[in-house]
């Protein structure tokens, strides 16, 4: 099935931002919902925003300002664009596909993960 590649990730000063990038390869039609999670030192993953295959998006509420999800499908490649970067991003962020039509923000919903892609903001 589907394999996760996370990239983009680094350190960067608040205020920035970054986009972040999931290339997608392997067997892809089964995927209904990609994802994009976060897991800070110590806490748990936590929902970012997830797009299914309409394109339709849904956010945790106290990112939205800040997130944006988007995909390429010529490319394969899923898109998180971070921008007034703040300390408390600093995170490992995963990308994740999910076989369920249910296009939540649970984690536990997801079926494939990345390796995850370290961002430091100080």
């Known amino acids: 099935h589907v394999q996760l590649v996370e990239s983009g990730g680094g350190s960067v000063q608040a205020g920035g931002s970054l986009r972040l990038s999931c290339a997608a390869r392997?067997?892809?039609?089964?995927?209904?919902?990609m994802g994009w999670f976060r897991r800070p030192p110590g806490k748990e993953r936590e929902g970012i925003a997830v797009i299914d295959n309409d394109g339709d998006t849904a956010y945790a509420e106290s990112l939205k300002d800040r997130f944006t999800i988007s995909v390429d499908n010529a490319k394969n490649t899923l898109y998180l664009r971070i921008n007034s970067l703040k300390p408390e991003d600093s995170a490992t962020y995963y990308c994740?596909?999910?076989?369920?039509?249910?296009?939540?923000?649970?984690?536990?919903?997801?079926?494939?993960w990345g390796r995850g892609t370290q961002v430091t903001v100080s």
């Open positions: 392997g067997y892809t039609y089964d995927t209904y919902c």
């Open positions: 994740a596909a999910g076989f369920s039509r249910f296009c939540g923000l649970s984690a536990a919903a997801y079926d494939v």
